[in-house]
């Protein structure tokens, strides 16, 4: 797919734009990369890998829960997303991946840390897991894709590029509102979550950068990425939402045969566990790394 810039796009991030935005900014090898790091200096690193759409700010709530029971966060907006750049480039888990590794190798976090992935970020963090897997104390995945169907119509609508442009171009600020609308199910949470991630959705390129994922990001068919996370030995903690719809809960028993996680619970809540129920979750992340830490004065 060619890169393009919507018609409701008309802001653009630039050294200029981001002197009045919210968070630190740092070049990586594929573009400039938005985040923020923050908590107790001496506290275990809790690293967070967001979902297809969100931004860092999607991590507000559970970040200051986290930081209130001793852990440092670092969260960051994946590229095409918040205000991160739109790079020119394929969106895949290679891509994130990489992103999460230079950030934190670029911040001078040398110490293992516990990776949080939600959605299509659990996708991304047992990518990372895979690949980095001595520089993990712990991993928790939240409503995990990649384990609906195999054959998904609207995936297969996103393998010819031509097709998917056109898509994406016509009818692609409707189909981004209607995969909104599914996430959350308070009606409040959900309008705070529309309008976050629609702001940040004004800057160019996108909703080429959405399109682009759902292109190279499999939403379905990942059992084997899911049992080579679950071979690792990396200490596991498993939580889903009970009213998910996007990621839906059926599956979880297959994730706990493949992940083999230490610790499962189901939240009373949507899609979204970290961000409608961010009390919870921190409980159950808080309690969970605590178990598996491993300090380097110990």
């Not at 986290?66 to 888990?93: H, I, M, P, W």
């Amino acid at each position: 797919m060619r890169y393009f810039v919507a018609a409701d796009e008309d802001r653009r991030l630039d050294p200029v734009s981001r002197q009045s935005l919210r968070g630190s900014f740092i070049e990586l090898s594929d573009g400039v990369t938005h985040y923020e790091l923050a908590g107790p200096e001496d506290g275990d690193v809790v690293l967070l890998a967001g979902s297809l759409t969100v931004p860092l700010f999607y991590w507000d709530r559970l970040a200051a829960e986290l930081q209130a029971r001793g852990l440092r966060t670092l969260a960051c907006s994946a590229y095409g997303r918040g205000y991160s750049d739109r790079v020119r480039a394929t969106y895949d888990e290679t891509l994130f991946v990489r992103q999460l590794f230079e950030l934190k190798d670029r911040l001078g976090i040398r110490q293992p840390v516990h990776l949080v992935g939600t959605s299509i970020g659990g996708l991304v963090a047992m990518r990372y897991a895979a690949r980095y897997r001595e520089s993990l104390m712990t991993l928790t995945i939240a409503g995990p894709a990649g384990l609906i169907p195999k054959k998904v119509p609207t995936h297969r609508l996103f393998t010819s590029d031509l097709l998917t442009g056109v898509i994406a171009r016509r009818f692609g600020r409707r189909l981004l509102e209607g995969h909104l609308g599914h996430n959350v199910r308070d009606p409040q949470r959900q309008a705070e979550l529309t309008a976050m991630v629609l702001d940040a959705y004004r800057y160019e390129g996108s909703l080429y950068a959405f399109f682009d994922t759902l292109q190279h990001v499999p939403l379905s068919g990942r059992a084997e990425l899911f049992g080579r996370a679950g071979e690792l030995g990396i200490p596991t903690l498993l939580l889903w939402g009970a009213d998910d719809n996007v990621t839906p809960i059926d599956q979880l028993d297959t994730a706990r045969a493949l992940l083999k996680p230490q610790q499962c619970h189901v939240i009373d809540c949507g899609h979204m566990a970290p961000y409608e129920r961010p009390r919870e979750v921190a409980e159950h992340i808080a309690s969970f790394t605590a178990a598996h830490a491993k300090r380097q004065d110990s």
